[in-house]
Structure formats: C-alpha cells, structure tokens
C-alpha cells in the first residue's frame, strides 16, 4: 500500500505544478491519501491520516475546506470525495503525457501501461 501513497503523492505534485494550485505539502498527502481509501468523511480514516502525518484534525478540517473550494474535493452521498475527474487507480503503472500549449495545459493520464513500452522499467514515475 504504501507504493500506491508514493505514486499518488508525486500525481498529486504534478497536478499541482503544472496548474499553478500552490497545494502544500500536507494537502498534497491529503489528496493522494483520500483517493486511496475513497473518502475522508470517517473518524477511523481522518485518525489513520493524522497518525499516519503526525497532524491533528482540525488541520485535516481546513484543508477539506480550502480543497472543496479549490473543486479537489466534492461532497457526494454525505461523503467528501476526490473529485472523480482527476482520480486514477494507482494499483497499476501510470503513463503521464504533458503536453504544454500557448496558453493551455493538457495533461493525459494512460492507466496500466506496460513498463517496458514507457521505459519504466523500476517502476518510478
């Protein structure tokens, strides 16, 4: 499991680089957690986040907070969810196309690639 927080920490930095979201680091691992487990709605998860990053839950509050406005997180069925449009299943390799426009951002993300055809043959991003 751990593995998956690795490769869902350095999507989640990517994403945020190249759209200018200024996330922290403490957002970023908050992103890359709650799309793993599903959700950060329950108090078994928020207390697994915060002995997991050594921080407490009104910090996980003001990060939902600002994330649901940034619309990373959304609200569905009582729940505070990534929002589906950038989650990906970090059970499986993931291929990156970045392609950089005049004024325009296009990220492509191709799930379950095969590592020797990309040339990530370790297993890193």
Excluded: W
Excluded at 63 to 92: R, T, Y
């Amino acid at each position: 499991v751990s593995s998956q927080f690795i490769l869902a920490e350095k999507y989640y930095s990517i994403l945020s680089a190249i759209n200018n979201l200024n996330l922290t680091q403490r957002e970023i691992q908050l992103v890359a957690f709650t799309a793993i487990k599903g959700n950060i709605t329950y108090a078994n998860v928020r207390e697994e986040f915060c002995n997991k990053y050594s921080t407490t839950s009104p910090t996980i509050n003001n990060i939902i907070s600002k994330l649901k406005k940034m619309g990373i997180f959304i609200k569905e069925g009582g729940k505070v969810k990534i929002n589906p449009i950038i989650v990906v299943d970090f059970n499986n390799n993931l291929t990156l196309e970045i392609k950089l426009e005049h004024g325009q951002t296009n990220i492509d993300v191709s799930k379950g690639v095969d590592h020797q055809e990309d040339g990530n043959k370790d297993g890193d991003i």
